[in-house]
Every structure is written in structure tokens, then in C-alpha cells.
């Protein structure tokens, strides 16, 4: 069975401040993929990342990394140098192979920046 | 390119009342998948569709069923409308059979009284 866990519920921190959102997942696939979802207020699902199960770089773009390490199964999420406009909730996901685009979504994580 | 297109935005619907929920990919797509939201149960997936075929079904009761049109559009419809049904209903489209990037519509909210 497969399983996403955000564990953080909300977070709130002030304007430039780096945030890490935490991601850990479970399955027994070795064949998987995880996503990042950002969702504002207007309530659409934005694509921030996609990994695959055989790619464990980093990777950083702008303002956002990401660290995956299959280790610790975990997929987590930082924001350097917060604005407002990063206010949302983020969403990980998992996919196992063979499910195609049935994504399997943690809870979320709110996240609040105030000026 | 026009994204994920959802109509309608917002539904108001009575308990018993059966509801059609419309979807139409990004030009190209081939995949659509459904998603319910709701501040209980987060994001659960509901059907995957990939060229007129469902390939995944999530664990929802028979009440919702789904399906794809040869142009990729979808529909999913919830008969007998239960107050529980009331939720953010979102759509989203891929271009391949893999789980690439999937890209989302703004959903359909119902709201069931």
C-alpha cells in the first residue's frame, strides 16, 4: 500500500524567510514517481515537480529545491527567501508504476508568509 | 495552448439528485484522471481514464462513475446525491500513458443540500 505523510499542518514564517515542507512516503514499488502540487486560494492544482524513483538529484529552480532521498523516503520541499505570494497549501504526491495518473495525495501543508 | 477546462465551477444540487461533472483536456492529452476534495479527506482520487479506457479506480462507491469520449473529454457523474458529495471536484489531464506531469483544472465545486 502506498502512503503519503505531511506532517506538518501549517506553518507560517515572515517574508525572506527560508521553509522546508516535509514529504515522506511508503510503497513496495521500486518503480515510482512523486509530485509537488502548490495550491493557492483560487483553489487550482499548480505542477511544481515531478521525480522519478531512479533520479535522486536535487534539483533547484528560482527560489524552490528540492531534496529526494530514497533512504529516508522522503521528498521534501524548500523555499528560499519566502514572499507572500508563496502562500498556499502544498500538496506531495506519489504515483506507483502501473497507476498511471492515480495520484495518491498527502494532506497538505499550509503555508502562511506575512510581510 | 488552453489548459484544463472544467465546467461548471460551481453546482448546487439536492440530496437524492443525480450530477454531470465536465472535463476537457489540454489539446493532445490523452489521460484524464478525477479528483474529490474535501477538508476531511483531502485529495482522493476517484478514475483514471487513457484513451476511452478507465485504468484506475479509486475507492468510491458505484455511485460515481466516469468516462472518456473519443476527443479525450471526460465526464464523471455521482447519482443520488449524498450531503457528503458536497466537495471540490478537480480534473486532471497527461499527455502520455505515464505519470508524467499531470496539470489541473479549477474544479467544479458541489455543493449538495
Known amino acids: 500500500a502506498q502512503k503519503v505523510t505531511q506532517a506538518q499542518t501549517e506553518i507560517s514564517v515572515v517574508e525572506k524567510e527560508d521553509v522546508t515542507l516535509d514529504c515522506v512516503y511508503e510503497t513496495r514499488d521500486t518503480t515510482y514517481y512523486l509530485f509537488w502540487y502548490k495550491q493557492p486560494p483560487s483553489g487550482e492544482l499548480v505542477f511544481l515537480i515531478r521525480r522519478n524513483s531512479f533520479d535522486e538529484q536535487n534539483e533547484i529552480s528560482g527560489r524552490y529545491s528540492w531534496n529526494f532521498q530514497k533512504s529516508t523516503s522522503s521528498f521534501n520541499f524548500t523555499i528560499t527567501a519566502s514572499q507572500v505570494v508563496d502562500s498556499a497549501v502544498y500538496f506531495c504526491a506519489l504515483s506507483e508504476a502501473g497507476s498511471g495518473y492515480a495520484l495518491n495525495f498527502g494532506k497538505g501543508t499550509s503555508l502562511l508568509v506575512t510581510p | 495552448k488552453a489548459g484544463v477546462t472544467q465546467t461548471p465551477r460551481y453546482l448546487i444540487k439536492t440530496r437524492g439528485q443525480q450530477v454531470t461533472l465536465s472535463c476537457s483536456p489540454i489539446?493532445?492529452?490523452?489521460?484524464v484522471s478525477w479528483y474529490q476534495q474535501t477538508p476531511g479527506q483531502g485529495l482522493q482520487f476517484l478514475f483514471e481514464?487513457?484513451?476511452?479506457?478507465?485504468?484506475n479506480k479509486g475507492n468510491f462507491p458505484g455511485r460515481f462513475s466516469g468516462r472518456q469520449f473519443s476527443n479525450s473529454r471526460s465526464e464523471m457523474n455521482v447519482s443520488t446525491l449524498e450531503l457528503g458529495d458536497s466537495a471540490l471536484y478537480l480534473c486532471?489531464?497527461?499527455?502520455?500513458?505515464?505519470?508524467?506531469?499531470?496539470?489541473f483544472g479549477q474544479g467544479t465545486r458541489l455543493t449538495v443540500v
Open positions: 489539446s493532445g492529452h490523452r489521460s
Open positions: 481514464y487513457f484513451s476511452e479506457t478507465q485504468r
Open positions: 486532471a489531464s497527461g499527455e502520455g500513458p505515464w505519470a508524467t506531469e499531470a496539470f
